[in-house]
């Protein structure tokens, strides 16, 4: 009788492993891209479907590719002018003025990260910067260019004091970095 329970507990978890093997996830369709992370170092990223991978990329000498300082933003769009409150839906005006930057700006690629003031929750802020950055990145894409990568980073990465209504229309914006 043990053994007969242990064999149908076995059948269920491959049952259960197969299942879950089969739900699609939202990464199954990323395209290996470039990463540049603060410090302004490269790494190749791709997501095969199973699991993440990153590695740095080398230059000829073995050292890892980085720029001499911190990656600075080509491009800080307030997102007053690029968005209505709350939401990451770009304007015609808005969507021109990107296009041209993207269509004449000499860089090879570009990284889009979003932030937000701190006013709302962690998890809305979050979410609120990753799809502006999106969405500037779709206007990117639609324009030709090659996006790197987009990250949304909500009031983590503040440039002014949240205290103000000044410093907080400052922290509300879209930086590209071109690389």
């Known amino acids: 009788m043990i053994a007969i329970a242990a064999a149908a507990l076995f059948v269920a978890a491959i049952f259960a492993g ?23 170092c490269q790494h190749y ?4 479907g199973w699991q993440g991978f990153m590695t740095p990329v080398f230059r000829a000498d073995g050292s890892v590719q980085c720029s001499s300082g911190a990656q600075q933003p080509c491009l800080v769009a307030s997102t007053d002018q690029l968005f209505a409150s709350g939401s990451y839906t ?3 005006e808005g969507r021109r003025r990107l296009a041209d930057f993207f269509q004449h700006n000499g860089a090879t690629s570009f990284t889009i990260n979003g932030h937000t003031d701190n006013v709302g929750g962690y998890a ?5 910067s990753d799809n502006r950055a999106n969405a500037v990145a779709a206007i ?3 324009s030709g260019a090659n996006v790197a990568g987009t990250q949304g980073f909500g009031y983590t990465q503040p440039r002014a004091d949240n205290a103000t209504a000044s ?6 914006r879209v930086e590209v970095m071109c690389n």
């Open 45 to 48: 990223a791709i997501y095969n």
């Open 18 to 40: 197969s299942v879950q093997a089969q739900t699609a996830h939202e990464l199954d369709s990323a395209q290996p891209s470039i990463w540049t992370d603060p410090d302004g």
């Open 90 to 92: 770009i304007g015609a």
């Open 167 to 172: 410093g907080r229309a400052l922290n509300r």
């Open 140 to 142: 990117a894409r639609q």
């Open 124 to 128: 809305y802020n979050m979410r609120l």
